[in-house]
């Protein structure tokens, strides 16, 4: 998989599945549950993470270490999510706040990577939360999926 249309075809049944659901811990819990490390949906979104970041449509910004990029803008193919990836190694990313909440999928590169301390697998967080993005213990992949495409970026 090398380009953004196939990748949005990926997605689009997860963020179709997604639509309307209360972002939590049980949100979390039914995804790691239904789509954990290692399954077919895991694998796809890896492999595709990995295509596009060698075809430089994934991840082409750089600051402070960290690799990002907004590889979808939200639309209503996506039920209105964005789809942003980063790449990050052993590092705290900038403060910012979840006006709708975000959903993320781990996907360590190198090493026992953790992002927030969430291992490869899901991780959500609900409407108004924030947060400095940190991964530790090695180097990881984090596709973000926004409600909107919502992210307040703060001084915190």
């Known amino acids: 998989m090398s380009t953004v249309d196939a990748f949005q075809d990926l997605i689009a049944p997860?963020?179709?599945s997604?639509?309307?659901?209360?972002?939590?811990?049980a949100l979390a819990a039914e995804l790691n549950r239904t789509h954990p490390a290692g399954s077919p949906l895991y694998e796809a979104i890896?492999?595709?993470?990995?295509?596009?970041?060698?075809?430089?449509w994934i991840c082409p910004h750089e600051h402070g270490g960290i690799r990002y990029g907004r590889v979808i803008k939200p639309i209503p193919a996506?039920?209105?999510?964005?789809v942003d990836v980063v790449d990050m190694r052993d590092v705290v990313g900038p403060h910012?706040?979840?006006?709708?909440?975000?959903?993320?999928?781990?996907?360590?590169?190198?090493?026992?990577?953790?992002?927030?301390?969430?291992?490869?697998?899901?991780?959500?967080?609900?409407?108004?939360?924030a947060h400095k993005p940190t991964v530790?213990?090695?180097?990881?992949?984090?596709?973000?999926?926004?409600?909107?495409?919502?992210?307040q970026f703060t001084k915190a």
Request: proline residues 6%.
């Open 14 to 16: 997860l963020t179709a």
């Open 96 to 129: 910012h706040a979840h006006p709708n909440g975000e959903i993320d999928l781990v996907m360590p590169l190198e090493g026992d990577a953790r992002f927030d301390g969430q291992a490869a697998g899901w991780k959500v967080y609900g409407p108004g939360s």
């Open 78 to 82: 996506l039920n209105g999510f964005s």
């Open 46 to 56: 890896l492999a595709a993470c990995r295509a596009g970041d060698a075809a430089g």
């Open 136 to 151: 530790t213990g090695g180097r990881a992949y984090v596709l973000y999926l926004l409600p909107e495409g919502a992210i």
């Open 18 to 25: 997604l639509a309307g659901r209360p972002l939590d811990e």
